[in-house]
């Protein structure tokens, strides 16, 4: 079946680090991948996607490559702000030009101190 | 523009008691998705429609749980005779296929507790 796996969190980070979330995914077919951010009391958002091997999907300073080779969609940034604390979503679907489900990873909590 | 809207935010129910949660997507999105947000499962996909038909009602936890959608636009879900495991935040998302992309955009979500 279709499966998405991320790092546990809590991740804590100093302002300006790096930042790395893992995320790997099992598939049937040509997934497309998606990051989703959910701030504190709000809904969730598409923070950036890719839908083909090798796209790089971009948004805000973060950065994520379709990985075909290791089933693979790490988030990065090169340097996170407080106001990045946030639960971030990897996500994929198997049909995305037909209205696919999105199938989630179990969430990672970022907390960005000053 | 209005974003996706789900009412109510909040529902305090009985174990045993029905509830509706709805759904206001986006004017012109012509698919719609709910998906349940629980401490132990994460996040989980319950049902998708296109336009008023549901293609892809897999998630559906047991037949305690219904949702329909009417003229295109607001869809309820319904849950009867609640349990305990119920309790979840209930998110909706909607989308626009006619573009031939399928960003979902997410509603705030309708946090239940079953008591």
């Known amino acids: 079946g279709n499966s998405v796996t991320q790092m546990e969190g809590p991740v804590t980070l100093s302002e300006e680090a790096f930042l790395t979330i893992n995320c790997t995914y099992t598939?049937?077919?040509?997934?497309?991948l998606f990051w989703y951010v959910q701030y504190p009391g709000e809904g969730l958002q598409l923070l950036l996607k890719a839908t083909k091997a090798d796209d790089k999907g971009s948004n805000k300073g973060f950065e994520a490559t379709y990985r075909k080779e290791t089933t693979s969609f790490h988030l990065e940034k090169g340097s996170v702000q407080v106001s990045d604390s946030a639960v971030y979503f990897c996500?994929?679907?198997?049909?995305?030009?037909?209205?696919?489900?999105?199938?989630f990873g179990q969430g990672t909590e970022l907390s960005v101190k000053p | 523009g209005a974003g996706v809207s789900q009412s109510p935010s909040n529902k305090v129910t009985e174990k045993g008691k029905d509830v509706e949660l709805r759904c206001d997507p986006i004017s012109g999105h012509t698919a719609l998705y709910w998906y349940r947000q629980s401490l132990g499962q994460g996040l989980e996909f319950l049902i998708y429609?296109?336009?008023?038909?549901?293609?892809?009602k897999s998630g559906l936890p047991s037949d305690r749980f219904s949702a329909e959608r009417t003229g295109g636009s607001v869809s309820t879900l319904t849950i009867q005779r609640t349990q305990q495991e119920d309790s979840a935040v209930y998110l909706c998302?909607?989308?626009?296929?006619?573009?031939?992309?399928?960003?979902?955009?997410f509603g705030p979500g309708t946090r239940l507790t079953v008591l």
């Open positions: 996500a994929l679907t198997v049909n995305y030009n037909q209205g696919g489900k999105l199938i």
């Open positions: 429609f296109q336009g008023n038909s549901a293609p892809d």
């Open positions: 598939a049937t077919g040509y997934p497309s």
């Open positions: 998302a909607s989308s626009n296929l006619k573009a031939g992309y399928n960003e979902q955009f």
